[in-house]
């Protein structure tokens, strides 16, 4: 889910709800304070003073879900002559090869990964799985027309992951019974109202839920009501980058890890210098997959930020447990906070929580800058007070993440370079499960010079907006997460 959601602004002065009463989008704030940003760039204050960012860094994964990561690949230990050079191990890098060499079998495509397939993101979510982009969740952010085409296009892209998924036989908790948006607010219940009704008039299958309704579905009286979108659900993340290695794999792909890309020399025939060793990958084309720690590699460093967030989970509830904090449908839901949270009740009965907060680290720093404990804690008190009986309960494993944001939480895909051969998909803003997926179908399109359901929007090629250097980056993300945290507590 998006960690980029809508706020709504309001006053207790009645004289002023012509202005404070407008619904405004995380998005328009944060242009503003690119604004901002960009307004002190130019006026010269610190000028000399820009900061370049920080080495790559690739911090172990000690999420609950690395127990399942798949057996390792070897390093790369040769020079290759290629296709197609995929960087990154994540959703997207094993979807995109498995889209390309299923589609073009003749196709000689390699997989490069800095660590081993899942190290990154797509091994450390909250296991969610959710159709729509970030942006449009819940908020028709462009026209209604375009809502409803990446609503269909996501869960068309659901429904084809579910397929692959049955046909490997590999089982990964993929569950897609539907899930619930809750809002706290009662003041928030006529903005739902109207949205839940001008896109089920589109065709979108949406309920809006009172607040009884949630509380009997998830056990908790905390929510004023909710949302329910009978698409989406849940799955075990590092499971998933099972199944999508043994497709790519099995489709002809050779993924090597521990081999991470120190330098691209673009050109017709790109170079890519890889590992320790420091060997030589000539390619026609290379794809981007690396989202959070895109920027590393020399791109989008000014267009995409990595953001660090937190997931919990606890031990497996007890029946008695269970039947006490009465989650009786075991819908996953995620609210309507700017820090939002986001639960999943997994088949073995463990709490996946996650959220509280979204960190950005100086320097577009991949090292976790904050503190663990103290974003744990806050978690645990959030899940207590959802569900009182589990006090005294503690996690069994805590865990940091890296999102690629971007400025306006816009995900892209597309094609660039002075010779059309980079490829690239990224910006997911904590809804990549899913959207990498369809991601890899649509740079296979790209790849072919197909048509694309996606290339029909008004996201396709779509610039991303800049984000200024540091230190002014730093600077305003500091002060958008205190606006938002002050938001949450109003």
């Known amino acids: 889910m998006s960690y980029i959601t809508s706020f709504v602004v309001s006053s207790a002065n009645n004289n002023e709800s012509d202005f404070m009463n407008i619904r405004f989008s995380r998005r328009d704030f944060l242009k503003m304070t690119a604004l901002v940003a960009g307004g002190i760039t130019?006026?010269?204050?610190?000028?000399?003073?820009?900061?370049?960012?920080?080495?790559?860094?690739?911090?172990?994964?000690?999420?609950?879900?690395?127990?399942?990561?798949?057996?390792?690949?070897?390093?790369?230990q040769e020079d290759l002559t290629v296709d197609v050079a995929i960087i990154g191990g994540g959703y997207t890098g094993l979807a995109t090869a498995w889209h390309l060499a299923t589609s073009q079998p003749s196709l000689n495509i390699i997989l490069l990964e800095a660590r081993q397939v899942g190290h990154g993101a797509s091994g450390r979510h909250g296991g969610m799985v959710l159709p729509q982009l970030g942006v449009e969740a819940f908020e028709i952010a462009s026209?209604?027309?375009?809502?409803?085409?990446?609503?269909?296009?996501?869960?068309?892209?659901?429904?084809?992951?579910?397929?692959?998924?049955?046909?490997?036989?590999?089982?990964?908790?993929?569950?897609?019974?539907?899930?619930?948006?809750?809002?706290l607010d009662e003041e928030d219940l006529p903005y739902y109202e109207e949205y839940v009704e001008e896109v089920q008039q589109a065709g979108l299958p949406l309920e809006l839920w009172d607040e009884d309704e949630?509380?009997?579905?998830?056990?908790?009286?905390?929510?004023?009501?909710?949302?329910?979108?009978?698409?989406?659900?849940?799955?075990?993340?590092?499971?998933?980058?099972?199944?999508?290695?043994?497709?790519?794999?099995?489709a002809g792909v050779r993924i090597f890890g521990d081999s991470p890309v120190l330098n691209i020399t673009e050109g017709e025939t790109m170079l890519l210098q890889v590992g320790k060793a420091k060997r030589t990958v000539r390619t026609k084309a290379i794809v981007l997959a690396t989202n959070g720690y895109t920027s590393k590699l020399g791109y989008f460093k000014y267009q995409v930020m990595p953001v660090h967030v937190q997931t919990a989970v606890t031990p497996p509830l007890s029946p008695a447990q269970l039947e006490t904090i009465g989650?009786?449908?075991?819908?996953?839901?995620?609210?309507?906070?700017?820090?939002?949270?986001?639960?999943?009740?997994?088949?073995?009965?463990r709490i996946v929580i996650g959220g509280g907060a979204a960190e950005y680290c100086f320097a577009n720093d991949l090292r976790y800058c904050q503190d663990l404990t103290k974003t744990s804690s806050l978690m645990l008190n959030q899940l207590i007070s959802m569900y009182p009986p589990l006090k005294g309960i503690q996690f069994e494993y805590v865990w940091d993440g890296i999102l690629g944001v971007s400025f306006d939480d816009v995900p892209v895909v597309g094609v660039m370079g002075k010779y059309r051969n980079i490829y690239y998909g990224l910006g997911y803003s904590g809804q990549g499960v899913n959207l990498s997926f369809v991601f890899g179908e649509i740079i296979t399109a790209l790849y072919q010079g197909k048509q694309h359901d996606w290339l029909a929007t008004s996201y396709a090629n779509y610039a991303l907006p800049y984000?200024?250097?540091?230190?002014?980056?730093?600077?305003?993300?500091?002060?958008?997460?205190?606006?938002?945290?002050w938001l949450d507590n109003q």
């Open 143 to 183: 026209d209604l027309t375009t809502h409803k085409q990446l609503y269909d296009l996501t869960v068309k892209g659901m429904k084809s992951l579910q397929k692959l998924v049955k046909s490997k036989g590999i089982e990964c908790d993929l569950r897609l019974d539907g899930y619930l948006y809750t809002f």
């Open 467 to 485: 984000i200024p250097p540091e230190p002014y980056r730093w600077i305003g993300g500091q002060g958008a997460a205190a606006y938002y945290h």
């Open 42 to 76: 130019v006026a010269g204050i610190g000028g000399p003073l820009l900061i370049g960012e920080k080495e790559a860094v690739f911090e172990p994964n000690n999420s609950y879900w690395a127990k399942e990561q798949p057996a390792a690949n070897p390093t790369l």
């Open 214 to 250: 949630v509380a009997e579905a998830l056990g908790t009286e905390i929510y004023s009501g909710g949302v329910y979108d009978p698409n989406g659900g849940s799955v075990h993340a590092m499971k998933l980058v099972k199944v999508l290695k043994a497709a790519a794999e099995g």
């Open 327 to 349: 989650w009786e449908s075991r819908l996953p839901f995620y609210d309507s906070r700017e820090y939002l949270y986001h639960l999943v009740l997994t088949p073995d009965n």
